[in-house]
Every structure is written in structure tokens, then in C-alpha cells.
């Protein structure tokens, strides 16, 4: 059984930077370089967790064509609605797809397998869940 993941300290300093704490963004930053690497990962949930986010943040910028959260954060429903159309999809969907296409595309579930030394079938049944829990906290930071 892997030990319960969370990923709270992102989703915080997503939050301050969302509210105006600038000074945060080096700390978002670095929180980012440090799920990039998986040197505090604890376990392959953690891992593909801290993966979904870097991948989920990186997708918004592209998304939206901008790489300003508070900005992000501030664009109206029929601005929304005209980026869904331009992607070819809502917000929502399109992360969780980049986050899916992402692990298909890296061999994430054999190299997770690999590297915890845990089955295929435990990491592989925790690829879409993880994508929806983390496309989830994401979407609810920008509403």
C-alpha cells in the first residue's frame, strides 16, 4: 500500500501568487525543479503526482498563452469559451489529455514500475484518478 500523497504546499503557493504574492513565484519555482527531479518523492503516487503538476501548470500557460497566473486567473467565461474553442477543447479535459498523453507517450508506468519497483497494474490503474485529482485542484485555483 503506498503511503497518501498531497500535494497542498503547490496548490498553496499557486494561491498566494493568485492573490498577489509575488514574492512567491521563487519559491513556486523552486518547488517546481524539486518535483521535476522526484528528490522528496516518497513513493510512485507522489512521483506521477509532482509530474501531473509541473505537466498541468505548463499546459495552462500554453492554454492561455500566458504565463501570468494572477492574469489567468482573471480571464472572463466568453474568454474561456473562445480559448476552448481555439484548443479544441475546455480547460479541464485538455490537462487531463496532456497529463494521460504525457505518461503513454514517456513510458511513465513502466518507468515508475522500474524505479519503485511496484507492479504495472497498480501505477497504471492510478494514471487517469491522478490526472483527474490533479486537473481538479487546478481548475478550482483558477475559478
Same mark, same amino acid.
Given at each position: 500500500m503506498?503511503?497518501?500523497?498531497? %500535494?497542498?504546499? %503547490? %496548490? #498553496?503557493?499557486l494561491d498566494d501568487i493568485k492573490n498577489g504574492q509575488n514574492d512567491k513565484l521563487k519559491q513556486l519555482d523552486m518547488l517546481l525543479?524539486?518535483?521535476?527531479?522526484?528528490?522528496?518523492?516518497?513513493?510512485y503516487l507522489q512521483?506521477?503526482?509532482?509530474t501531473y503538476c509541473c505537466i498541468g501548470l505548463i499546459e495552462i500557460y500554453v492554454y492561455?498563452? @500566458?504565463?501570468?497566473?494572477?492574469?489567468?486567473?482573471k480571464l472572463e467565461k466568453d474568454e474561456w469559451e473562445s480559448l476552448s474553442e481555439?484548443?479544441?477543447?475546455?480547460?479541464? #479535459?485538455?490537462?487531463? &489529455?496532456? @497529463?494521460?498523453?504525457?505518461?503513454?507517450?514517456?513510458d511513465l508506468v513502466k518507468n515508475?514500475?522500474?524505479?519503485? &519497483?511496484?507492479?504495472?497494474?497498480d501505477i497504471s490503474k492510478h494514471i487517469n484518478n @491522478?490526472?483527474? %485529482?490533479?486537473?481538479?485542484?487546478?481548475?478550482?485555483?483558477l475559478e
Amino acid at each position: 500500500m503506498s503511503k497518501a500523497v498531497e %500535494f497542498s504546499r %503547490f %496548490f #498553496q503557493l499557486l494561491d498566494d501568487i493568485k492573490n498577489g504574492q509575488n514574492d512567491k513565484l521563487k519559491q513556486l519555482d523552486m518547488l517546481l525543479e524539486e518535483y521535476d527531479s522526484h528528490i522528496s518523492s516518497e513513493g510512485y503516487l507522489q512521483d506521477l503526482g509532482e509530474t501531473y503538476c509541473c505537466i498541468g501548470l505548463i499546459e495552462i500557460y500554453v492554454y492561455s498563452g @500566458m504565463r501570468n497566473i494572477p492574469a489567468i486567473c482573471k480571464l472572463e467565461k466568453d474568454e474561456w469559451e473562445s480559448l476552448s474553442e481555439s484548443n479544441s477543447s475546455p480547460l479541464p #479535459q485538455y490537462l487531463a &489529455n496532456k @497529463m494521460i498523453s504525457y505518461s503513454k507517450d514517456n513510458d511513465l508506468v513502466k518507468n515508475l514500475s522500474e524505479k519503485w &519497483n511496484a507492479p504495472r497494474r497498480d501505477i497504471s490503474k492510478h494514471i487517469n484518478n @491522478m490526472a483527474k %485529482f490533479i486537473t481538479e485542484g487546478l481548475i478550482q485555483l483558477l475559478e
